[in-house]
């Protein structure tokens, strides 16, 4: 039987004042932990950054993020910082597979509208917000997915549960509407059992894979939310988050035997055949430094012993 795919959920801290060394070396630091899908390491900058910087009415003042008017893609989308790291990446690396990681709507705008909003929307509450950064974030995840790589559209927020959750989940399938539904993952961090968050995110039609954490302390009890019938039935697969990317000691980080022990775990609930690929349960780039090499090499030999 194949191993389980590895992947991560897309950040690294910088690794390198020039850019392009900076993507290298997040590429090769990957490849030397033998992930089966890379990301770009979010060489750059932070995932909000990379939007407030360069859409029409997003912008930052004193170094947060804000919404200053009607919120569009300001450049084609092949000019977008993530779409040209994505092309000099596979330029660079042809053969590798990539997954490329895009804030979605609700984050994005509740991260920057919550600072400040200048004109053009009524208040945080006012949906056209979102309605615009999704239709904005649309022809970058189009992008992205016609330069050969995977689309990740990750919505942390949503764990925390809105009023108006099922219109939000669904901008989710207006982001990556008319994509083919394989390429497509969203990435929910934190504990999704709470507001029928799960149930929403299963019902989405673009999108063919859900991405969970399982491994920190808050999100352990997601197993006893997701089973291989409610997988099944919305036609999905797990992206499964199997090791903390919170330790602050090496001693606290995961070892292989817990790893293996974890993808047991969520195998048993899920079945195999309904697993993705496997990943840390969040991105690293608040992550130590010294500890994502160990936490890498630690969820690799996780895989490997699981078998
Ligand atoms: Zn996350």
Partial sequence: MALLTTTTIGSLSRLDPELNKSIDEAVSFQLEHRLGILSDGEQRTDMISYFAESFDGLGVENGMPVVLGKIALKTTP???????????????????????????????????????????????????????????????????????????????????????????????????????????????????????????????????????????????????????????????????????VTPLTEAEVHTPEQVASKLREIVDKVGRENIAYVHPDCGMRATDRSLVPIILRNMRAGVDLFG
Avoid: W
């Fill in 78 to 244: 092949e000019e977008f910082s993530k779409v040209k790291d994505l092309q000099y990446i596979k330029s660079k690396y042809p053969d590798i597979k990539v997954k490329v990681a895009v804030t979605g709507p609700t984050t994005l705008g509740m991260t920057c509208g919550s600072r400040k909003i200048k004109s053009h929307y009524k208040g945080l509450l006012d949906f056209r917000l979102y309605e615009d950064i999704a239709d904005a974030l649309a022809p970058i995840a189009k992008a992205i997915v016609a330069s050969g790589a995977l689309v990740q559209l990750d919505e942390p927020f949503l764990s925390q549960g809105y009023r108006d959750l099922d219109a939000r989940v669904k901008l989710l399938d207006r982001v990556a509407d008319g994509l083919p539904r394989d390429k497509v993952s969203t990435h929910v961090c934190g504990y999704i059992g709470g507001h029928g968050v799960i149930d929403h995110l299963l019902n989405l039609e673009e999108v063919s894979t859900l991405s969970f954490a399982f491994a920190g302390r808050t999100e352990m009890p997601n197993i006893a939310h997701v089973s291989r019938k409610a997988f099944e039935d919305g036609g999905k697969k797990l992206g499964a988050g199997c090791i903390s």
